[in-house]
């Protein structure tokens, strides 16, 4: 047995999940990273803020 | 009226509570996408339809757009009132950066119908843009909102052009439920609630429900973490030109 029929076979479980319904499953792992990849944007970004506002406050204070 | 600018520190963001907000909304919407594209045999099994097909599903997606717009403009028109009763320049950021969320999302919903529209009922046809009443008054609707943002670059001054942006702010308010409620259900039109049904279509199945009020309360969410931080940013902005002014 090769080596990529044996992965094949070890994850078929969830290949059969994923060709199911259409393949409907995949169109929910798409959107799901892109989800995920918005969701870091969005914790960057405030993490941004967060070091603008602090900066700010110190060079208000002063 | 004082200066607006001597005031733009004092009601900030208040980031801790925003951070629990925002948790809430990424784990909500999570579950509202796995919700979207669950059906057969997991626990949401919607019909099959002849024609709409799995694209039914876009009742969680394009729908939402429309009500996170019509929320977000009743938060700009909200602070366009206090600005003009306090004249508090945040009232001013708030209320431009909610009518820049309205737009954003104004375009999503026009862009997302037109699409669906475009593979369903338009299927084998060369249709984008078919002027269905809802569609020509949300395009419509999503104009008077730019002219908002035209109407703040003709205006020099930053007092005079918050008090005059934000009195027609309230009028294109006004507009928005004749525009995306009245108008179109007088007409008919592909859209569910025309000629004075229901706006839940009789044959979209109860089920569909179960996702479709979440992800309408997880997309206004989304568009309050965003309008948030665009908030915070702007805020920032105006703290680091005032530091630059001369102290007299």
């Given at each position: 047995m090769t080596?990529?029929?044996?992965?094949l076979q070890a994850a078929s479980g969830l290949d059969e999940a994923m060709l199911s319904n259409d393949k409907l499953f995949?169109?929910?792992?798409v959107v799901l990273i892109i989800w995920f990849g918005i969701i870091l944007f969005l914790y960057r970004g405030d993490r941004k803020l967060d070091q603008l506002e602090r900066r700010l406050d110190e060079q208000e204070s002063r | 009226m004082e200066r607006l600018s001597m005031e733009i520190a004092s009601p900030r963001v208040r980031v801790p509570k925003y951070r629990v907000i925002r948790l809430v909304v990424v784990i909500w919407m999570t579950v509202v996408i796995l919700g979207a594209f669950s059906f057969g045999g997991w626990v949401l099994a919607i019909p099959r339809i002849e024609m709409l097909e799995h694209t039914a599903r876009n009742l969680y997606f394009h729908v939402p757009m429309w009500f996170t717009m019509m929320a977000i403009t009743l938060v700009s028109a909200y602070h366009s009132l206090r600005l003009l009763q306090t004249g508090q320049a945040i009232r001013d950021i708030r209320a431009r950066t909610a009518a820049l969320l309205a737009v954003v999302f104004g375009l999503l919903g026009l862009a997302t119908g037109s699409t669906w529209a475009?593979?369903?009922w338009y299927e084998g046809t060369n249709i984008w843009w078919n002027f269905d009443p809802k569609q020509s008054m949300a395009a419509i609707q999503v104009l008077i909102y730019g002219a908002y943002f035209a109407l703040r670059t003709a205006l020099d001054d930053p007092e005079k052009r918050a008090r005059i942006a934000a009195v027609y702010n309230l009028f294109a308010f006004v507009t928005v439920p004749f525009l995306l409620y009245v108008l179109p259900r007088q007409m008919e039109s592909l859209h569910p609630g025309a000629e004075g049904n229901p706006a839940f279509s009789e044959i979209t199945d109860p089920i569909m429900r179960i996702v479709f009020y979440p992800a309408i309360v997880g997309f206004i969410g989304l568009?309050?973490?965003?309008?948030?931080?665009?908030?915070?940013a702007r805020v920032i902005e105006e703290r680091i030109e005032a530091l630059?002014?001369?102290i007299l």
């Open positions: 080596q990529a029929t044996f992965i995949v169109v929910m792992a | 475009h593979y369903t568009c309050w973490l965003l309008y948030t931080q665009r908030v915070r630059h002014q001369p």
